[in-house]
């Protein structure tokens, strides 16, 4: 039995994820859509290299609330990216949240549903899937049931709102890369329950196809990508952010020269270092933070 707790810290400690944060099974049961799903979630952590958790087929949230003292009622769903294989769960998950807490937001990790890895190596099985023909066919019907846990978790946030001390008109979806279309869909076809009251996509996957009508009740949009981005997946961003400037809906767009893909909370040394501070002005300026 000590080996086993040993065991599972190391786990828990190796991906930041730390025992004392509170997880939340999103759903009462299997999840909707998936119910003959399997498999376990898993965390791989491939020497000094980022922890991923793949094989997530329960989707959760983990809970980082912002100390009282700073706490200014709004919240934040943070969905890591990873080619719904994966998830980057430490610069696209973890070190956002704690991000987020510093400025008085209580953050909520979500781990959405994925596909099914069938070796030890998930980062390396993933690229090699990608450079395949029928990726694209193959991945659609997880999309769907992710971007479902995206809407799912905000309905959830908001019902449990006075529960975390949160502002129920203050709940916010962020996401990087595939957890940028999470993010984004949730800015489409919402309900009042899912609807969020900003979105910011960063680095997102989300070709105009995916892209619907924008409300006449639209969230406010942040986006932030990178033109070297080396999935070709800035003109994504340049299509969303268009949509929102023709519909006359609020929306701001940071577009680096420099930071490729995946440059989430990395530090490079370069402008998209700073990509989260601006975010972070974008945020006071419309009243979700106070000034910082």
């Given at each position: 039995?000590?080996?086993?707790?040993?065991?599972?810290?190391?786990?828990?400690?190796?991906?930041?994820?730390?025992?004392?944060?509170?997880?939340?099974?999103?759903?009462?049961?299997?999840?909707?859509?998936?119910?003959?799903?399997?498999?376990?979630?898993?965390?791989?952590?491939?020497?000094?290299?980022?922890?991923?958790?793949?094989?997530?087929?329960?989707?959760?949230?983990?809970?980082?609330?912002?100390?009282?003292?700073?706490?200014?009622?709004?919240?934040?769903?943070?969905?890591?990216?990873?080619?719904?294989?994966?998830?980057?769960?430490?610069?696209?998950?973890?070190?956002?949240?704690?991000?987020?807490?510093?400025?008085?937001?209580?953050?909520?990790?979500?781990?959405?549903?994925l596909g099914q890895?069938?070796?030890?190596?998930?980062?390396?099985e993933l690229g090699?899937?990608?450079?395949?023909?029928?990726?694209?066919?193959?991945?659609?019907?997880?999309?769907?049931?992710?971007?479902?846990?995206g809407k799912a978790?905000?309905?959830?946030?908001?019902?449990?709102?006075?529960?975390?001390?949160?502002?129920?008109?203050?709940?916010?979806?962020?996401?990087?890369?595939?957890?940028?279309?999470?993010?984004?869909?949730?800015?489409?076809?919402?309900?009042?329950?899912?609807?969020?009251?900003?979105?910011?996509?960063?680095?997102?996957?989300?070709?105009?196809?995916?892209?619907?009508?924008?409300?006449?009740?639209?969230?406010?949009?942040?986006?932030?990508?990178?033109?070297?981005?080396?999935?070709?997946?800035?003109?994504?961003?340049?299509?969303?952010?268009?949509?929102?400037?023709?519909?006359?809906?609020?929306?701001?767009?940071?577009?680096?020269?420099?930071?490729?893909?995946?440059?989430?909370?990395?530090?490079?040394?370069?402008?998209?270092?700073?990509?989260?501070?601006?975010?972070?002005?974008?945020?006071?300026?419309?009243?979700?933070?106070?000034?910082?």
């Open positions: 039995m000590k080996k086993i707790t040993v065991i599972a810290f190391f786990l828990f400690s190796a991906t930041g994820i730390l025992a004392q944060q509170k997880v939340i099974q999103l759903y009462n049961g299997a999840a909707p859509g998936s119910e003959r799903w399997t498999y376990n979630e898993q965390v791989y952590k491939p020497g000094t290299q980022e922890a991923l958790v793949y094989n997530v087929s329960h989707p959760t949230l983990t809970v980082y609330p912002a100390d009282p003292a700073k706490a200014t009622g709004t919240a934040v769903i943070v969905c890591p990216g990873g080619g719904f294989y994966i998830l980057a769960i430490n610069h696209e998950g973890v070190d956002v949240a704690r991000w987020l807490n510093e400025k008085g937001i209580t953050a909520f990790v979500l781990k959405y549903r890895s069938m070796t030890d190596n998930p980062g390396q090699e899937n990608m450079k395949k023909a029928d990726f694209g066919k193959k991945i659609s019907p997880i999309i769907s049931l992710s971007v479902a846990d978790a905000i309905e959830y946030v908001r019902k449990h709102a006075s529960e975390y001390k949160i502002d129920s008109q203050k709940i916010g979806i962020m996401g990087f890369s595939a957890g940028g279309t999470v993010a984004a869909s949730a800015a489409f076809n919402f309900t009042p329950e899912n609807r969020p009251d900003f979105v910011a996509p960063v680095y997102a996957f989300m070709p105009p196809s995916m892209q619907g009508t924008v409300a006449d009740d639209a969230p406010p949009l942040f986006i932030a990508a990178a033109t070297d981005d080396g999935l070709n997946l800035t003109s994504h961003s340049v299509a969303l952010y268009s949509k929102w400037l023709e519909a006359k809906k609020p929306a701001e767009i940071h577009i680096y020269e420099k930071g490729g893909h995946g440059f989430g909370m990395k530090k490079q040394g370069i402008a998209t270092d700073t990509w989260i501070d601006r975010f972070g002005d974008w945020l006071a300026l419309h009243g979700f933070i106070k000034e910082h």
